[in-house]
């Protein structure tokens, strides 16, 4: 296998993935029970997480060539007609690309779409800045009326996929490369609005999302072998973010490292600190992210080393965490 | 108001006389005085170059059922040019999709009727409009469902001239004739002229039809005041089922029907009439009158001093 | 003069105002001064700020029609080609709108556009959620490489113009109607990424933008009377944010409370909330703007009433504030 | 590399003999073939189709100066389709815009050539793309800035035949011709496809020439292999100072030098060769080879299995 397919392996929708349900074969199992599912997807309803959908569904699916904005509102325009529209898009051109869209045709409108925004963070980082995602979480949490949430494995996509479909609003995914390794062993019962806790802490306790949460999750069991004990809490949902959990990290840890694959200005770390400040809780707060400059262009792997997005460069920030004071 | 019953259901290209429908236009010019009377704002202008067309589809044209704005098989109106809206309101009360005082609260605060349409507010409105350039995507998305559920419903959309210099217009243009969709009719009001000026001047757009041919619509003129030639082409539509969408280029003056507006429309595209202007506009004899002073405001123009 | 002259009275370009220049007036002065100053309007080359410029210099005016992106992409082709070109925007229509192509045409390109993003916040709130203009300090503060500024009067305005005019990177500068009255008396020098202090404070400060800035002042003055000394401090700089100005007032006052004309999810206060978090600043922070739900539609006027934006619903918060713990 | 010294004016049309473009294009081919091997990873079939395109540009039509790509009469040159840049970096590197050996970190982590071009780091390059349907909105303001500037250099923009899908390609397209930009010069690649599938069966853009004709340009198929027509085409354009824009649809094969890409294109919109690839296509006698096993990748479509 050549160094390239870690890049843009996207096996999601292709195949089981370790046995259980991949987003695309999810997608169109729901497509068999639910025919008011519809798949709108510009110049991408060949790609894995729509091409199941569409090989068994195919008069349900929309391509709208690379054309972005339309395909947002031709969504809108079914979800106003009694279908329930999932719009694949790719991360840098869906949310950054069709905020308007997004914010006048569904947000506006409280029609049930569902973006999926797939490739977002440094997915496809390789091909530049164009192609980054990295400010769609400061995007979509300002939009009264959006839902956002981010699966980090199939298993959480699955959880997420189902429990939104009747919700009546529209929902944004953030997806990485969806083809993730499996983080949840089964199918993990998610609830509106709320963190899901892959680990208990004691003396600090990481909030990561996405890919991030993979790295975190490590982090936490390198750190358990020095008898550190660091809660790790999966933002899968965005907005509305699970202020309780947030809160009650604070008061049982005091210390709280977020980990994202966004920019640290206006992501999920800006969000938790949101929550902290307002509500004066005097936690200790360190944000890791990718930095508010020019990033680099590479493969994101490179990147993520680059950027200590890594195991490691968790460990080293809950370190420098647990000094602080 | 139409001698309907609820729940009737109102048959596409059903008799209305032409001259009932001139009439009914210029009726309707008059109450979108009276509301932007009472609201103390409103766009006089363009609403005024869509009053006939307005008039015919609803009155005549398409398939609606009194009282029953939710009918799964009422053929759907997307007003593109979402500042127009006012022009809509006495029209829907008239259909009773919901009660005629609903109008002098047009405009107020928390007010279901307000200056574009939204469909959270008020029944009838089919989609939410106010930033040009979606609502032809958004009539894609009902065709195709309409194609879905084998319901043989038209979607008709209005759409300024200088909406069409929105690129998200092509787009949907583009994927409108490559779905096949002949239950889609675009209708633009080609009332020449945009926010700051002439349209064609700020940005060109013709051949209007030339253009939209080329993306693969049938697409054809009329006069867009002359009732004759606007039910002629809306009583020929193709059959929905067809494969080709139609666009129908109205030419329209901004401002129809008030002197000095078809003169200045630019001015008047958002304003109100001050008491000097009011005097020379057309008035309804049962017409409350506007409670403001002052002289039109123009928006994007500029200020006027007086 | 009728009640809907307050709601859309844009005098700014036409009219000096109070004396002094307005943006407009300023505008045509750096062209006549410097001929690589071009403009842009999609639609609003006869709009004030952009006329009396248009009226000079047709030959350096560039109306797109209604078409935003494109506007914003031309612009950038003019500053690659050596020109400063301004975009005048609709605030609803330039970062919703064009969020891709700022960030990528612009910010990723480090050219030095300004946008001119008028009619913010509610100014035109009449017209329709479609025309509020409140996710757009979430969404720029998101994009790296990017300058955020809000004058809150016609003299900050021609302050910030003139001091940025040759920063080598894009600016967006976040204006309401543009005709505010005048807050400074003369011409305020401004710094990069600095607030403006209005007011000195002992027992809370608040941090305030745009139009905000006026309400607060007059909160602050109306609570002088009562012996309760408000600190003021203008947020004209929303990116750089003034962390030192921000740490200062933890510091020194305890309380801070922002206001302004944004959803209160990723706005001013978000952006001030994460300051403090991260920085472990124990202050107590109160947040006010608009709520995070689907806003009324009305009057500026009557909105603001409603939603507390006010000298005196600002007054409310400060005695809320005040009270806390 | 082509015998001239730095600073040397290339003007434009100069005579380069066909044989010698086309070989060119072959040479270019190969060249990045070799690229791709070194980043192990790469956009084959989208760059192939433009091979010829870009020789004959680089190598004959725009005026240019050897090692100087900051002139400001050069001719700009923008590729909408970002993705195809790598063909770019052979012929930048002979204009003496940058050594010659950043050809080996094409693509490594912080290298200046990237897959998509970036103006901050590669010299050269007029514009950075890698969203499609942004660049011929920047041509139209350096097409402009051509015209405050009385300069009469001409603005090239290379755009896919998806990238048409965009809304702000026909912004710009209007745009152009309102302007009056007889300076500037869309050259579409018809290469037939775009990442799903066949671009007209994904979303119909046909017909293209059509299309721009309708939106004010002067508009014509050429074979975009044919060096001979290429050559025509561009030898013949309209002086920069007329006022009409020109668009010139380049009908091409997606893949085009590379019977398995050619045959299947869509699955070298991104990939790189494997072991078996690799014995099948064409290589330069120099060629390193990759050091990538494997079989090629596709990003859209599938992941192979091998
Ligand atoms: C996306 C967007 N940009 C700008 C505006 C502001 N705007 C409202 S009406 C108008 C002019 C519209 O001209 P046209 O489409 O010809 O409609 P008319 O007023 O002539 O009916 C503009 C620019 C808007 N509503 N939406
Ligand atoms: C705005 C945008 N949407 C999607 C993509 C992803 N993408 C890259 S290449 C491609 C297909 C392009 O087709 P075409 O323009 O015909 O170029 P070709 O590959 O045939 O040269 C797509 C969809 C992109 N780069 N930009
Ligand atoms: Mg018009
Ligand atoms: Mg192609």
Redesign the interface.
């Known amino acids: ?5 870690d ?5 999601a929708g ?1 195949a089981e993935v370790d046995g259980g349900e991949s987003i695309g074969a999810a997608l169109a199992k729901l497509g068999d029970e639910r025919p008011d599912i ?1 798949v709108v ?8 997480i729509a ?1 199941i959908f569409a090989a068994r569904h195919p ?2 699916v ?6 972005e ?2 395909a ?12 329930i ?1 999932f719009v694949l898009q790719m991360g ?2 869906s ?3 069709c ?3 997004i ?3 569904m947000a ?3 029609l049930p779409v569902r973006i999926l925004s797939a490739w977002s963070g440094l997915t496809m980082a ?6 980054h995602a ?2 769609d979480i ?2 979509t ?5 959006l839902t956002v949430v981010a699966p980090s494995d199939p298993h959480s996509a699955l959880a997420l996929l189902r429990s939104t479909l009747d919700h009546p609003g529209p929902v944004f995914f953030r997806i990485a490369s969806g083809d993730e390794p499996r983080l949840y062993k089964g199918i993990p019962s998610v609830a509106r609005g709320q963190f899901l806790r892959l680990h208990e802490g004691r003396d600090a306790t990481i909030i990561a999302t996405g890919l991030a949460i993979h790295w975190a999750f490590a982090a936490a069991s390198m750190l358990e072998g020095e008898g550190i004990q660091i809660g790790v809490l999966d933002a899968v949902y965005l ?1 509305p973010l699970d202020e309780a959990a947030i809160l009650e990290a604070a008061w049982e840890t005091g210390r709280i490292l977020t980990v994202e694959e966004h ?1 640290v ?3 999920l ?6 929550v ?3 509500n ?1 809780a ?6 890791h992210g990718l ?9 994101p792997a ?2 993520h080393a ?1 950027y200590g997005l890594t195991p490691e460069g968790i460990v080293e920030k809950i370190r420098t965490l647990l000094e ?2 | 108001m139409n001698g309907l019953h609820l729940n009737d259901v109102l048959d596409r290209n059903r008799p209305a006389e032409p001259e009932a429908l001139r009439r009914g236009a210029e009726e309707l010019r008059l109450a979108i005085i009276d509301l932007i009377d009472g609201a103390g704002l409103g766009h006089y202008s363009s609403t005024f170059s869509i009053a006939e067309l307005l008039t015919v589809l609803y009155r005549r044209t398409m398939r609606l059922k009194q009282g029953d704005p939710a009918w799964p098989d009422r053929d759907r109106f997307l007003l593109g040019k979402g500042h127009a809206a006012v022009g809509l309101w006495p029209l829907l009360a008239e259909l009773d999709y919901f009660p005629a005082d609903w109008l002098s609260d047009f405009g107020k605060l928390g007010a279901p009727l307000t200056d574009h349409p939204n469909m959270r507010t008020t029944p009838g409105v089919d989609f939410s409009s106010g930033s040009l350039g979606h609502n032809l995507s958004v009539g894609i998305g009902m065709a195709l469902a309409a194609r879905l559920q084998k319901r043989d419903y038209r979607t008709f959309v209005i759409l300024g001239d200088g909406e069409l210099h929105e690129g998200q217009v092509w787009e949907a243009a583009m994927a409108a004739s490559h779905f096949k969709l002949g239950n889609l009719v675009a209708i633009v009001d080609a009332n020449g002229s945009c926010a700051t000026g002439s349209t064609s001047s700020v940005m060109n757009i013709e051949p209007v039809a030339g253009r939209f041919a080329a993306f693969g619509w049938a697409a054809s003129d009329i006069d867009g005041h002359d009732i004759a030639a606007i039910i002629k082409a809306f009583d020929t539509l193709p059959d929905p089922g067809m494969s080709v969408p139609t666009c129908i280029v109205a030419r329209t003056l901004k401002g129809k029907g008030v002197s000095f507006m078809e003169e200045t429309p630019r001015k008047w595209h958002l304003g109100f009439l001050g008491s000097e202007d009011r005097a020379r506009a057309p008035r309804r004899k049962s017409g409350k009158g506007s409670e403001h002073g002052g002289s039109g405001r123009r928006f994007f123009i500029h200020r006027g001093r007086g």
């Open positions: 296998m050549g160094e390239a397919v890049v843009f392996s996207f096996t292709e519809v997807a510009p110049d991408l309803s060949g790609a894995p091409a008069e349900r929309f391509d709208c060539g690379i054309a904005c339309n947002m509102s031709v969504a809108a325009g079914l979800a106003a007609s009694g279908y529209p840098a051109f949310a950054l690309k905020a308007e869209q914010r006048t045709d506006y409108t409280q390789y091909f530049g800045t164009s192609h990295v400010e400061a995007i949490r300002a939009i009264a009326g907005k920019n200005a206006g992501g770390g800006t969000a938790v600190a949101d902290l400040a307002r004066g005097g936690a200790k707060l360190s944000v930095p508010d400059e020019h990033l680099l262009v590479a493969r490179e990147l680059h602080a004071r």
